[in-house]
């Protein structure tokens, strides 16, 4: 890991308490014509906030994640607005930037995240798992309003446990078409997402 994003991570100001305001049951809706919707959202925005558990730390930030078909940026700044680090990545490359302005680049973008900072974050399905879109490779079961409610990731080629996802929420202002609670676990690592704003074309 590299010691300046080590530290800036350890010490960023207060670990993320994941509470939010009550919600409303979302407006059920049909699994496949739902399912094409997301699908069809190839660009967009979404800010919030991330907490990342592990046994060596506990560290929140703030995220902006902006897809443009295949190609990605994702910027982590602390509470105070710094930039933690910065990644872009299309399917051929990935370059990382970190606090302190060092450029990392590599072929694969979550290979290169969790070298540099610990985060075993799977970024290229973490395109659609975002949005509430399971893989072709995905486990995954809908709740009562016919939208995803968990995910399981099937890993068994690499006999690793997978990422185990749940869907608490959906985001009332995209009217329950887009996720506002995501909780991540696999094995010891936890990574808890709280989505404030979406955009994309409607």
Known sequence: MSRSIKLALTFMLGFLA??????????STEWQ???????????????????????????SA???WQQKDDELSLRLTNF?????LT???????????????????GRDAASLLEKLTGIALPVDDMTQWI???PT???????????RLAFLSENSAES??????LEYSTYDANTDSLLPAKIKMNQNTQKVNLVISEWIYPQ
């Open 18 to 27: 994941l509470s939010g305001c009550t919600s409303v049951p979302a407006p």
């Open 33 to 59: 014509t739902h399912q094409e919707a997301l699908a069809g959202i190839t660009n967009f925005t979404a800010k919030g906030k991330v907490a990342l558990i592990s046994p060596e730390q506990r560290v």
């Open 62 to 64: 703030n995220f902006l």
């Open 80 to 84: 105070l607005g710094t930039t933690l």
């Open 87 to 105: 990644l872009e990545a299309t399917p051929d490359i990935a370059i990382l930037v970190d606090n302190e302005g060092q450029r990392y680049v």
């Open 131 to 133: 949005k509430g879109l």
């Open 136 to 146: 072709e490779q995905n486990d995954f079961t809908l709740g009562a309003d016919n």
């Open 159 to 164: 006999n690793q446990p997978g990422w185990q």
